[in-house]
């Protein structure tokens, strides 16, 4: 279990990597297995929030999730610079924050915006590529124990395995134009949260203030798409 934050993040944008995500892996519709796990992970640990948290070029997207404030749960994704989770990715190897709040080589905002202090992770991999993180979030500063360290270790496992089986039933890419076909179908699926939140906060079901933290949280997925439209 390693506590250093990995200074090179060049291995979140290969494009084997990126090729390892589809349709089935960044399905908003809840899984079943993978939310009995979140929810173990936080029973298990005692931390309030837990994640499958599957890190793309863009976002960070929360296939499964439990304990996430209401417009975090609408939007389903952060922007993926203030994740704690690309550094699980880049690192490709487990990672534990007792306290957030004071190592400077970590994102500030989201520690800022929700108070997120101690981080727990372990990679999740798919057709052998670390597509994410199995983590726990505490608002405040901790660590775990050897036996739960070890418990969240074995659930990781059983992710990425259930994640493995999802993956499945969408066919690789097997030429170049299908290879450029996912390349663009990537694009639209990460400026899917920004579309979630904007329909969950029409139909009433986020407050004004709860629609702009979310923003906050996207703000640089909403800076990128609004600079592809003025082109």
Known sequence: ??????????????????QAFDASLLDTTPDAELQRLVGEASAVTGFPIALVSLVVSRIQFFRAQVGLPPELDASRATDRCTS?????????RPLQVEDAASDPALP???VA????????????????????SFCVIDVKPGRLEPAALGRLEELARLASARLEELARQTPAPRTEDEARAQQAWLAVAEAQPLLNLGSRFAEGK???EEFQRALGALAGLADEDSRRSAK
């Open 113 to 132: 915006r929700y108070g997120i202090r101690a981080y727990v992770g372990f990679p999740l991999r798919v057709a052998g590529q670390t597509v994410g």
């Open 206 to 208: 986020l407050s004004l």
């Open 1 to 18: 279990m390693s506590t250093r934050i990995p200074s090179d993040l060049t291995a979140l944008d290969t494009p084997v990597r990126l």
């Open 108 to 110: 500030s905002d989201l």
């Open 84 to 92: 704690l989770c690309q550094f699980v990715v880049a690192g490709e």
